[in-house]
């Protein structure tokens, strides 16, 4: 059974930050695209960030310079680093796999192939 799982939500100060975990199992992890979406309420599911490997990653125009993705094979995991949070930040967040994916960059919701079910961050103000 593939699973991902995501951790370390949870209520944050406005500026603050939090490390998003995701961790894989039943699948080949090196062989897959990791992707975090977010849907804050009332909106759309937006594309974040995603990572084949260090060299062929992606961060959204929204949360760069602010966000940071990367992967540790060797655990199954890819993390999120959300820095100098703001409340539009409020979401919960999502993991997902793609197979077929060769540049992060295109990442796409209608090809993941592997959803975890998020993990709330909310931001005060």
């Known amino acids: 059974e593939a699973q991902l799982v995501e951790s370390g939500g949870g209520l944050v100060q406005a500026g603050g930050s939090v490390r998003l975990t995701c961790e894989a199992s039943?699948?080949?992890?090196?062989?897959?695209?990791i992707a975090w979406y977010r849907q804050a309420p009332g909106k759309e599911r937006e594309a974040i960030a995603c990572?084949?490997?260090?060299?062929?990653?992606y961060v959204a125009d929204s949360v760069k310079g602010r966000f940071t993705i990367s992967r540790d094979n060797r655990k199954n995991t890819v993390d999120l680093q959300m820095n100098s949070l703001k409340p539009e930040d409020t979401a919960v967040y999502y993991c997902?796999?793609?197979?077929?994916?060769?540049?992060?960059?295109?990442?796409?919701?209608?090809?993941?192939?592997?959803w975890g079910k998020g993990t709330l961050v909310t931001v005060s103000s």
């Open positions: 039943g699948f080949r992890f090196d062989d897959y695209a």
């Open positions: 990572i084949i490997r260090p060299d062929n990653s």
């Open positions: 997902a796999a793609d197979s077929g994916l060769i540049y992060a960059e295109n990442m796409m919701e209608e090809t993941m192939d592997f």
